[in-house]
């Protein structure tokens, strides 16, 4: 009986690739072209679930909410965010 070479690992969390140096699938955040600078995430999960929310900006703004009144108040500062962001700003410049 001979001893076989150990199998190679891949790193948990690598990308798989299809060839040599070509990764699969595409990049969540591209360099150019259309891409997400914020965004409000609403939820409820069903009847008499509690509601929830989640404000992120690209800026760095990244808020939650739980309960009806606490969602309704980030909705209203998430669109005020949005409003203000010099981030946002620019993207609305340049269309």
């Known amino acids: 009986m001979t001893a ?3 199998r190679p690992t891949t790193a948990v ?4 690739v299809v060839a040599e140096g070509v990764p699969s699938g595409s990049d969540p955040h591209p360099a150019t072209g259309p891409r997400i600078l914020a965004m409000l ?3 409820a999960a069903g009847r008499n679930a509690m509601p929830t ?11 939650k909410a739980f309960g009806h009144h ?3 108040r980030l909705t209203d ?4 965010h949005c409003s ?6 620019q993207g609305k410049e340049a269309a």
């Open 4 to 6: 076989r070479p150990p």
């Open 13 to 16: 969390g690598a990308r798989k």
């Open 41 to 43: 995430h609403l939820g």
């Open 53 to 63: 929310a989640h404000s992120w900006c690209s800026c760095g703004w990244d808020l």
């Open 70 to 72: 606490q969602v309704a």
């Open 77 to 80: 500062d998430h669109t005020c």
């Open 84 to 89: 203000l962001c010099p981030l946002l700003a």
